[in-house]
């Protein structure tokens, strides 16, 4: 599976930006896509995850209520709208897939085996 995240850029403080991740394919079982990002000198951070099938969604507690995770089955493409952008979700932001994910695993890392390229979103004034 390959992807491709696009969407950032430069924004200011409450304004918004939706990234999107296009997959080469999806597998079936238990196929997930999620959002991770990593801002520098931290290490790489769960943001949210999408079952394929039923679209059950897990969303970090660090953004919930302002981000959220859909997809476009047709599309084979995950989105994730960014409202309210604050300056500490300034970050590169990594799309990453894989199939057999249990729902508690949608948060770690490394269930993931396929990763996008990674965009970056700079939330500045």
């Known amino acids: 599976v390959q992807l491709q995240a696009s969407g950032g850029g430069l924004v200011q403080p409450g304004d918004s930006l939706r990234l999107s991740c296009i997959a080469s394919?999806?597998?079936?079982?238990?196929?997930?896509m999620g959002w991770f990002r990593q801002a520098p000198g931290n290490e790489r951070e769960f943001v949210a995850a999408i079952m394929w099938s039923g679209g059950s969604t897990r969303i970090a507690d660090s953004v919930k209520g302002r981000f959220t995770i859909s997809r476009d089955k047709a599309k084979n493409t995950a989105y994730l709208q960014m409202n309210n952008l604050k300056p500490e979700d300034t970050a590169v932001y990594y799309c990453?897939?894989?199939?057999?994910?249990?729902?508690?695993?949608?948060?770690?890392?490394?269930?993931?085996?396929?990763w996008g390229q990674g965009t970056l979103v700079t939330v500045s004034s």
């Open positions: 394919r999806h597998t079936f079982g238990r196929f997930v």
């Open positions: 990453a897939a894989d199939s057999g994910i249990i729902y508690s695993s949608m948060e770690t890392a490394n269930a993931y085996d396929y």
